[in-house]
């Protein structure tokens, strides 16, 4: 006998599934982790729902397939929230299985209600249907715009017979339309300064990328989540784009804006200059955007839009005038004004002595903005940031995901002392896991972009600082090789330790008022 729970792991592994992780409650999440270990899907167990829920979405977004993850009902469900809104803002395909629901008022609200504003779709799976309704869901989480789903299962219907699942054949994608390739073949050809931003979409099309950015001789930009897509060594490569004041001029000396797989979510709030080039965007199924206009969308998968578009390509006019005018403002905004140890000075350390093809999990707070504007990415998905959400603990979690299902690629995480505050238990769950991972605590005993901000409003400090902690301390009781950094050479001695270890970095904070300047204003 067939039951949902084994139709449930047939499903999951015809999707692509390799790996569910959670914290199991009583319920149907004991049948799941069974079923799924026969169908050859291990179980992870982690310290927390939410850094489960960034392990699962983590997973999707590298591997393409959906990434899964299981809780209890009621306190687990609701613990795994934040990671479900990362997901669905930063379009990672996955699916949450939540115990439940619960049939009496012990643990009983509506779970459906809480995930439908954040989720794509949401289900109770039942033995005639489940098999079929969990098949739609998935589809649905890996259609662009990607995102997470949801479903409800009771021990009772996990453990009975079900409708056996039918494998469904593939929608073929709509490509894009003749009259819009060809627009964009004309605006294309008119410019002389292109500038392309590439963004979340593309993160599994880097060689089309690559080839239309070179053949087109065009500035090139990445936002957070695209870094690596082109090669911070590329021709074209002129740095990272947040929407940032500091940034706008670069983008006012092009005349053409091309976004490859950009989506709003990856630029901070704020007013588009009225007097701005056209913004031509080249993507798979992006929301509108309240502050960009486009003078064009060509919607269709990107590597078939950016073959079509490639087939009449022209060098543009930087070949002339050359991008050192465009790099110059991008190094004076991540030079820091002030000396001392700083986040800016740690990462240079780290780009001298750690190879480049290592994949970056950065967590949010002020050192992230030297981290990913100074850490030259060379490889697709080379950096991995909660960028439209900006949750703190993610850098860690993230970079588990990463070392388990990309164990060939060396990971590091690069997080502050309130990032790994919140997710410290999950030192123990990559200590059992054995997985080599780097991480880098950069550690000023503050919440200091939060900090920034309650001294510009000249409010006295409250809420915002910690008394120091020694990270290094605590990871080495969870096993971990530890060092303490309070200076470059120290830090350089201490990345020559093998094997998975904490790097408690002491760092000044003096500067991180003037990086916040320089970049936002």
């Not at 590329?234 to 804006?257: N, R």
Request: proline share 7%; net charge negative; aromatic share 6%.
């Amino acid at each position: 006998m067939a039951t949902l729970a084994d139709e449930i792991a047939r499903t999951l592994r015809a999707h692509g599934v390799t790996r569910i992780f959670g914290i199991p409650g009583g319920g149907s999440s004991l049948d799941i982790i069974d079923a799924a270990a026969k169908a050859d899907i291990p179980f992870t167990l982690t310290r927390t729902e939410a850094a489960a829920t960034i392990m699962a979405a983590v997973t999707g977004e590298l591997t393409g397939a959906p990434g899964a993850v299981l809780v209890g009902v009621g306190p687990g469900a609701s613990s795994a929230t934040n990671g479900l809104a990362y997901a669905s803002l930063e379009r990672s395909p996955m699916i949450l299985f939540v115990d439940g629901p619960a049939s009496t008022m012990h643990q009983h609200f509506d779970q459906q209600a809480l995930f439908k504003p954040i989720t794509r779709d949401t289900a109770r799976l039942e033995p005639d249907d489940g098999a079929a309704v969990l098949d739609r869901l998935l589809r649905a989480a890996v259609s662009a715009p990607e995102g997470p789903v949801m479903v409800e299962l009771t021990a009772g219907d996990a453990m009975t017979e079900a409708t056996p699942f039918v494998p469904n054949s593939p929608a073929a994608p709509k490509l894009p339309s003749v009259d819009d390739v060809n627009h964009a073949q004309e605006m294309i050809s008119k410019s002389e300064r292109p500038i392309i931003v590439v963004g979340l979409e593309a993160r599994h099309h880097a060689e089309s990328v690559r080839a239309f950015a070179d053949t087109l001789g065009a500035a090139v930009m990445t936002t957070y989540k695209a870094g690596g897509v082109y090669p911070a060594d590329g021709p074209g490569f002129v740095g990272t784009i947040t929407g940032a004041t500091g940034e706008m001029p670069i983008l006012g000396k092009s005349d053409l804006i091309i976004g490859i797989g950009f989506d709003p979510i990856e630029f901070i709030p704020g007013k588009w200059p009225a007097n701005f080039p056209p913004f031509l965007l080249l993507g798979e199924g992006s929301p509108a955007n309240p502050r960009v206009t486009y003078a064009l969308e060509v919607t269709g998968p990107l590597d078939k839009t950016l073959m079509a578009l490639q087939t009449d390509l022209k060098d543009s006019g930087w070949a002339k005038t050359g991008l050192g005018e465009l790099k110059s403002i991008i190094e004076k905004i991540y030079t820091p004004d002030a000396g001392g140890f700083t986040t800016a000075s740690a990462i240079d350390v780290l780009s001298a002595n750690v190879d480049h093809a290592t994949r970056v999990s950065v967590d949010a707070g002020a050192h992230m903005f030297s981290t990913i504007g100074r850490w030259p990415a060379v490889k697709p998905q080379g950096i991995l940031k909660s960028n439209g959400l900006s949750t703190m603990g993610y850098a860690l979690p993230a970079a588990i995901a990463s070392a388990l299902c990309d164990p060939k690629t060396p990971v590091m995480a690069v997080t502050g002392d309130g990032g790994i505050s919140m997710c410290v238990g999950e030192l123990a769950t990559a200590k059992e896991l054995n997985l080599d991972i780097t991480l880098i605590v950069m550690n000023d005993s503050a919440l200091s972009l939060i900090d920034i901000k309650q001294q510009r409003q000249q409010r006295p400090s409250l809420g915002v600082r910690y008394p120091s902690h020694d990270f290094a301390a605590i990871a080495d009781a969870y096993g971990w090789k530890t060092a303490r950094a309070e200076g470059p050479d120290d830090l350089k001695a201490a990345l020559s330790l093998s094997g998975p270890k904490l790097i408690d970095v002491r760092i000044d904070p003096a500067s991180y008022g003037d990086d916040m300047t320089r970049l936002r204003g």
